[in-house]
């Protein structure tokens, strides 16, 4: 049996995750490893056998149309047969040693490994404000040891732990943070691992990055009222409170900015990354008062084919 199965999603065929998988094919522990394809059907995969063969084993878990980022990579949770599981992205390349580190820290205790995100298109400032945003928390170097919450959708987890969440697992994964702090909350301890890279492709279009900082913050905060079943008056406190969620925001990546090597523009980045800081927040009110809405449909949406929104000067 496979030590590792590695979980990735695509809306269409096989080409849309070719980069992805020919990157894990390189990785030290590809013989260890199991790679788990969520698509429609496979038909329409037409996948590229040669390169699914180097791995110890490969399937295909068949949705129909992806509705819904959280439950897709839960049918393929449940169809994992490794006892730790990577989430991948196909517009997010593992670097060499990635999948080593993670079946390394899961020698221990962690419940769930994460790891460090680099810039994959760092030529213009909306691309690194929407980084800054998404995953301030894990730029490079990174510090290993116990964290609070990893970044999503390129994380690792121990099968066992959620399974555990049931039919409950496809609301938790919708928003990967909120189910974190839960797993904190329950006892369990989650590490970042520096040895593990990966680099992410982030919007570069204007227009791109802040629609989807209006629909991840509604989801965001719809995810935490309807998990942690959020009573009438904390719903309007944090409703009213949503104005000083930029200020919070800024502060924390400035702080991990502060952590970082130094090589990571800031003069430059500042007006998207406040005007992405105020749409996300206008994106959280109306999560909290009124749930989320399309958020779900219009995130699919935007999740795949981020080479079509990197701007020209990324592209």
Same mark, same amino acid.
């Given at each position: 049996?496979?030590?590792?199965?590695?979980?990735?999603?695509?809306?269409?065929?096989?080409?849309?995750?070719?980069?992805?998988?020919?990157?894990?094919?390189?990785?030290?522990?590809?013989?260890?490893?199991?790679?788990?394809?969520?698509?429609?059907?496979?038909?329409?995969?037409?996948?590229?056998?040669?390169?699914?063969?180097?791995?110890?084993?490969?399937?295909?878990?068949?949705?129909?149309?992806?509705?819904?980022?959280?439950?897709?990579?839960?049918?393929?949770?449940?169809?994992?047969?490794?006892?730790?599981?990577?989430?991948?992205?196909?517009?997010?390349?593992?670097?060499?040693?990635?999948?080593?580190?993670?079946?390394?820290?899961?020698?221990?205790?962690?419940?769930?490994?994460?790891?460090?995100?680099?810039?994959?298109?760092?030529? /213009? $400032?909306?691309?690194?404000? &929407?980084?800054?945003?998404? !995953? @301030?928390?894990? +730029? %490079?170097?990174?510090?290993?040891?116990?964290?609070?919450?990893?970044?999503?959708? /390129? $994380?690792?987890?121990?099968? &066992?732990?959620?399974?555990? !969440? @049931?039919?409950? +697992? %496809?609301?938790?994964?919708?928003?990967?943070?909120?189910?974190?702090?839960?797993?904190? $909350?329950?006892?369990?301890?989650?590490?970042?691992?520096?040895?593990?890279?990966? +680099?992410?492709?982030?919007?570069?279009?204007?227009?791109?990055?802040?629609?989807?900082?209006?629909?991840?913050?509604?989801?965001?905060?719809?995810?935490?009222?309807?998990?942690?079943?959020?009573?009438?008056?904390?719903?309007?406190?944090?409703?009213?409170?949503?104005?000083?969620?930029?200020?919070?925001?800024?502060?924390?990546?400035?702080?991990?900015?502060?952590?970082?090597?130094?090589?990571?523009?800031?003069?430059?980045?500042?007006?998207?990354?406040?005007?992405?800081?105020?749409?996300?927040?206008?994106?959280?009110?109306?999560?909290?008062?009124?749930?989320?809405?399309?958020?779900?449909?219009?995130?699919?949406?935007?999740?795949?084919?981020?080479?079509?929104?990197?701007?020209?000067?990324?592209?």
């Amino acid at each position: 049996m496979p030590d590792l199965s590695v979980i990735i999603l695509t809306p269409d065929s096989y080409k849309t995750i070719h980069k992805t998988i020919h990157l894990l094919s390189l990785q030290s522990v590809k013989s260890r490893m199991e790679i788990v394809i969520v698509a429609p059907s496979l038909e329409a995969l037409s996948p590229d056998l040669s390169l699914l063969n180097q791995f110890e084993q490969y399937r295909v878990v068949q949705v129909g149309k992806i509705k819904s980022i959280g439950s897709a990579y839960a049918a393929g949770v449940r169809e994992a047969s490794a006892p730790v599981v990577a989430l991948a992205e196909e517009h997010s390349f593992p670097k060499a040693g990635w999948a080593e580190a993670f079946l390394e820290a899961h020698h221990q205790a962690w419940a769930a490994v994460g790891p460090v995100v680099l810039n994959a298109n760092p030529y /213009n $400032s909306i691309s690194w404000a &929407d980084l800054y945003i998404a !995953y @301030g928390r894990w +730029l %490079e170097p990174g510090e290993k040891g116990s964290i609070d919450h990893l970044p999503g959708h /390129n $994380s690792s987890y121990k099968r &066992d732990i959620l399974l555990q !969440y @049931g039919s409950a +697992l %496809e609301v938790m994964m919708e928003a990967e943070s909120v189910m974190h702090w839960d797993l904190r $909350s329950k006892g369990y301890q989650l590490c970042l691992e520096p040895a593990a890279q990966t +680099l992410h492709t982030n919007f570069g279009e204007l227009s791109t990055f802040l629609l989807a900082q209006f629909y991840s913050g509604r989801q965001f905060a719809a995810s935490r009222v309807e998990n942690e079943s959020w009573p009438l008056m904390r719903k309007l406190f944090y409703s009213s409170a949503s104005p000083l969620i930029p200020a919070v925001r800024l502060y924390r990546i400035l702080k991990n900015l502060r952590r970082g090597d130094g090589s990571n523009p800031l003069t430059t980045v500042l007006p998207a990354l406040l005007l992405g800081l105020l749409v996300d927040a206008a994106g959280q009110l109306v999560g909290f008062t009124f749930g989320a809405g399309d958020a779900t449909r219009i995130l699919v949406d935007l999740e795949f084919h981020r080479d079509q929104h990197m701007g020209k000067s990324s592209r």
